[in-house]
């Protein structure tokens, strides 16, 4: 398996613009997450969907942010306008409900640079 | 609700000593418990897991075990290598299927091994 795949890697944009970050979860896996992490909050769980239907969004910072599941393959994340306190790396996640283990499948995050 | 506390670093060792990383919780019940590391320039990979009490999670030569009367699930190796050196995270996942896989992350320990 490929693994969740992340894109893009890294991404510096300027301030005010539209950044949008997107996700592939692991084949199969029911549970996607969104988690940014920064030097000074640590790893903070933003949103997360099961059977692509949002259950928890209240990590979201604020009405700026904004995530989609369209389908069970694809996940978005958008800051819409960026703004520099946004710079972190964003990591995108996915498990599968019947697992007993709970384990959760991390992508390799997006660095996102906001000037 | 639920917490994660785990001992900040950096832990700075040298190869082949003994590290120690505590981490302690908040729940009500009987979480699943975890660590998770993070390489440089990588996503989180689980590492080790416990899903009740007693139980002793291992993997690469680290070890913990799960400790309900002191609700801790403290990080062992016997002898580390550079090769260990990494952020660690400690994280629970809530009894029942009801929470869903969302994990509550400890705020992580960076952990420098010198040779």
């Known amino acids: 398996d490929a693994g969740v795949i992340q894109s893009p890697r890294h991404e510096v944009t300027e301030m005010g613009q539209e950044v949008t970050l997107r996700c592939k979860p692991i084949?199969?896996?029911?549970?996607l997450f969104w988690y940014r992490q920064t030097m000074m909050r640590g790893l903070e769980l933003l949103i997360y969907?099961?059977?692509?239907?949002?259950?928890?969004d209240s990590g979201m910072p604020e009405d700026r942010f904004s995530a989609k599941m369209p389908n069970a393959s694809f996940s978005t994340l958008k800051i819409q306008p960026s703004e520099p306190r946004d710079s972190a790396v964003y990591f995108c996640?996915?498990?599968?409900?019947?697992?007993?283990?709970?384990?959760?499948?991390f992508g390799p995050g997006t660095r996102l640079t906001v000037t | 609700g639920n917490s994660v506390t785990q001992m900040e670093g950096p832990v700075t060792l040298s190869e082949e000593a003994f590290l120690t990383i505590n981490c302690t919780y908040t729940?009500?019940?009987?979480?699943?418990l975890f660590w998770y590391v993070q390489y440089p320039g990588e996503g989180l990979q689980l590492l080790l897991k416990a899903t009740k009490a007693d139980d002793k999670g291992s993997n690469k030569g680290f070890e913990a075990t799960y400790r309900k009367e002191t609700t801790s699930f403290h990080l062992e190796k016997g002898s580390v290598q550079v090769s260990d050196s990494a952020v660690y995270f400690c994280?629970?996942?809530?009894?029942?299927?009801?929470?869903?896989?969302?994990?509550?992350f400890g705020g992580g320990t960076r952990v420098l091994v010198k040779p």
């Open positions: 729940a009500t019940g009987y979480p699943s």
């Open positions: 996640a996915s498990s599968l409900s019947t697992s007993r283990n709970y384990e959760q499948y």
């Open positions: 994280a629970l996942s809530p009894p029942g299927r009801a929470a869903g896989n969302k994990l509550t």
């Open positions: 969907f099961n059977n692509n239907v949002p259950i928890d």
């Open positions: 084949s199969g896996h029911d549970y």
